[in-house]
């Protein structure tokens, strides 16, 4: 079954960089679209950006130009470099995955596979 492991999380200050990483499991990882989602504290879970198997990347607009999604086909693992840092990025950061094309954010929303996340506080 589907497996998605997220790491990386923490603290940072504002105009700071973090990355994290997804690793999956399960599944047939190169034929799958991924995504990642953020849910802030008392809010919706809302789509940060996504990428398909052809690795062509969409980001919702408050993240472009600061964040950058790619994956590894080999490692099994999904990246977020996250720079610019603001206080409004703060959540749980999830990583979803679903055999979909083309790889937008809302469908995969709905319908993907999810990990368990992992926090990213700015300060």
């Known amino acids: 079954h589907v497996q998605l492991v997220e790491s990386g999380g923490g603290s940072a200050q504002a105009g700071e960089s973090l990355s994290i990483s997804c690793v999956a499991s399960?599944?047939?990882?190169?034929?799958?679209?991924l995504g990642w989602f953020r849910q802030p504290p008392g809010k919706e879970r809302e789509g940060v950006a996504a990428?398909?198997?052809?690795?062509?990347?969409v980001y919702e607009d408050s993240v472009k130009g600061r964040f950058a999604i790619s994956r590894d086909n080999v490692k099994n693992t999904l990246y977020l470099q996250m720079d610019g840092l603001k206080p409004e990025d703060t959540g749980v950061y999830y990583c979803?995955?679903?055999?979909?094309?083309?790889?937008?954010?809302?469908?995969?929303?709905?319908?993907?596979?999810w990990g368990r996340g992992t926090q990213v506080t700015v300060s």
């Open positions: 979803a995955a679903l055999q979909l094309s083309p790889c937008l954010l809302a469908p995969l929303k709905l319908l993907g596979h």
């Open positions: 399960g599944f047939t990882y190169d034929s799958y679209c």
């Open positions: 990428v398909g198997v052809r690795g062509s990347p």
